[in-house]
Antibody
Framework: EVQMVESGGGLIQPGGSLRLSCAGSGFTVSGHYMSWVRQAPGKGLDWVSVIYGGGSTYYADSVRGRFTISRDTSKNTLYLQMNSLRVDDTAVYYC??????????WGQGTLVTVSS | DIQITQSPSSLSASVGDRVTITCQASQDISKYLNWYQQKSGKAPKLLIYDASNLNTGVSSRFSGSGSGTDFSFTINNVQPEDIATYYCHQYNNRPPYTFGQGTKLEIK
């Protein structure tokens, strides 16, 4: 069974850094692709970043240059390093995994609150 | 970047009704569109992938169709447990992979 557990969220001051983790089981993080999606309070889903099996990475314009997606295959874990955090980065962050068959599996999310 | 226009933003239905949500892409995205259901406080749940494929374990009351730029999602025989917000999501070619604005379904 494919499962993902996010961690690392919390309260951080503007300008600070945080690293989110997404530990996977039932699949390998170097598979088809993994991505991060966020949802600000009361708002819709917002695509953040993706890493493909071959290692290519892409980012939304709003986070490019501040966020870095990576993975550790030995730990089967996906990461999102978030620097220079802003108040408008406040959101629940979800990781997801897309398999080669088209299905997408989601974690339960972790809340990041950027506030002074 | 590909833009997605989802409509309506909200709808109200009676139990047993049939409802349809549409998503229009700003350019051809072939079949690369998914539909999600999100209940309050929960992670999104994949219902339909590649425009028309029903995900494993999902009720056959849900269906999707379309290709290119125009897509639709239908719930037949709406039930109280269908109360949720529904999103489409395109993932064609290169990122960013945009979501629709969401459709909030309420039961009359």
């Amino acid at each position: 069974e494919v499962q993902m557990v996010e961690s690392g969220g919390g309260l951080i001051q503007p300008g600070g850094s945080l690293r989110l983790s997404c530990a996977g089981s039932g699949f390998t993080v170097s598979g088809h692709y993994m991505s991060w999606v966020r949802q600000a309070p009361g708002k819709g889903l917002d695509w953040v970043s993706v890493i493909y099996g071959g290692g290519s990475t892409y980012y939304a314009d709003s986070v490019r240059g501040r966020f870095t997606i990576s993975r550790d295959t030995s730990k089967n874990t996906l990461y999102l390093q978030m620097n220079s955090l802003r108040v408008d980065d406040t959101a629940v962050y979800y990781c997801n995994y897309g398999d080669y068959g088209g299905r997408v599996y989601w974690g339960q999310g972790t809340l990041v609150t950027v506030s002074s | 970047d590909i833009q997605i226009t989802q409509s309506p933003s909200s709808l109200s239905a009676s139990v047993g009704d049939r409802v349809t949500i549409t998503c229009q892409a700003s350019q051809d995205i072939s079949k690369y569109l998914n539909w999600y259901q999100q209940k309050s406080g929960k992670a999104p749940k994949l219902l339909i992938y590649d425009a028309s494929n029903l995900n494993t374990g999902v009720s056959s009351r849900f269906s999707g169709s379309g290709s290119g730029t125009d897509f639709s999602f239908t719930i037949n025989n709406v039930q109280p447990e269908d109360i949720a917000t529904y999103y489409c999501h395109q993932y064609n070619n290169r990122p960013p992979y945009t979501f629709g604005q969401g459709t909030k379904l309420e039961i009359k």
